[in-house]
């Protein structure tokens, strides 16, 4: 007979593993008809999906990972994802909605708010001058 009767089983092979992803095919597919998105989804829809959700997770992964060794810290925490997707500019358009919870803002301060560095340098280079400048000529007219 061609069926099988106590016959070894072949160990079963996901479409995860098939396709060298990280995330599931199958519950993103089994998602993507649940929730109706379109009558017919095809098979490698689901695939392509998990794809392009693994490469986004690797890219804040990354940009997160640089932002805790530039802060000298060896784990990434809310503010480190805050920082890595408000400074890139893609993943800063992608989510642009979105609201990290303890993550903070981005640091910035309006350039009216700061010292003004050259004109307190210039006076500070000018004052003494004026000062002996100033003394000398009035005790010359007295």
């Not at 095919?25 to 794809?51: H, N, T």
């Not at 640089?66 to 805050?82: C, F, G, M, Q, T």
């Amino acid at each position: 007979m061609a069926g099988r009767k106590g016959g070894e089983r072949k160990k079963a092979v996901t479409r995860s593993v098939k396709a060298g992803l990280q995330f599931p095919v199958g519950r993103i597919g089994r998602f993507l008809k649940k929730r109706r998105y379109a009558q017919r989804i095809g098979s490698g829809a689901s695939v392509y999906l998990a794809a392009v959700l693994k490469y986004l997770a690797a890219e804040v992964l990354e940009l997160a990972g640089n932002a805790a060794k530039d802060n000298k810290k060896s784990r990434i925490v809310p503010r480190h994802l805050l920082l890595a997707i408000r400074n890139d500019q893609e993943l800063g358009k992608l989510l642009a909605g979105v609201t990290i919870a303890h993550g903070g803002v981005l640091p910035n301060i309006n350039s009216v708010l700061l010292p003004k560095k050259a004109a307190e340098k210039a006076e500070a280079t000018k004052s003494p001058k004026k000062k002996t400048a100033g003394k000398t000529p009035k005790k010359a007219a007295e």
